[in-house]
Nanobody, 115 residues
Framework: QVQLVESGGGLVQAGGSLRLSCAAS????????MAWYRQAPGKQRELVAR???????TYVDSVKGRAIISRDNGKNTVYLQMNSLKPEDTAVYYC?????????WGQGTQVTVSS
C-alpha cells in the first residue's frame, strides 16, 4: 500500500512559479517511477512529467523548459517546479506512482494561474 500526499498548489499570477511536493509513504522504493498528472475542468487528465528510478525524466511538450521534476529518495518526496506559469496551466495536479502491486494517486492539489 502506498499513500501520496500533494502540497504546494495555490493561486499565482501568470509568469510566476510554484513548487509542488508529493510525499510518499508505504511500500515505495527509490526505483519506482513517480509522475505528475494534471486535469483541467472539462479536459482529460494528462501526464505532465515523470521521473524514473534512475533519474531519467520526461515532460509533456507544453511544459518543456518551464518545469523540472525531481525527487529526494531520502525523504520519499517528488517535486514539480513550475516556472513561467500560464493560465492554461490551471488544473488539479496529481501525484502518481505505478508499482508492482498497484497504481496509486494522491488527492490532488489545485493550481490556479491568473492572467
Amino acid at each position: 500500500q502506498v499513500q501520496l500526499v500533494e502540497s504546494g498548489g495555490g493561486l499565482v499570477q501568470a509568469g510566476g512559479s510554484l513548487r509542488l511536493s508529493c510525499a510518499a509513504s508505504g511500500s515505495i522504493f527509490s526505483d519506482n517511477a513517480m509522475a505528475w498528472y494534471r486535469q483541467a475542468p472539462g479536459k482529460q487528465r494528462e501526464l505532465v512529467a515523470r521521473i524514473r528510478g534512475g533519474g531519467r525524466t520526461t515532460y509533456v511538450d507544453s511544459v518543456k523548459g518551464r518545469a523540472i521534476i525531481s525527487r529526494d529518495n531520502g525523504k520519499n518526496t517528488v517535486y514539480l517546479q513550475m516556472n513561467s506559469l500560464k493560465p492554461e496551466d490551471t488544473a488539479v495536479y496529481y501525484c502518481n506512482t505505478l508499482t508492482a502491486v498497484g497504481d496509486y494517486w494522491g488527492q490532488g492539489t489545485q493550481v490556479t494561474v491568473s492572467s
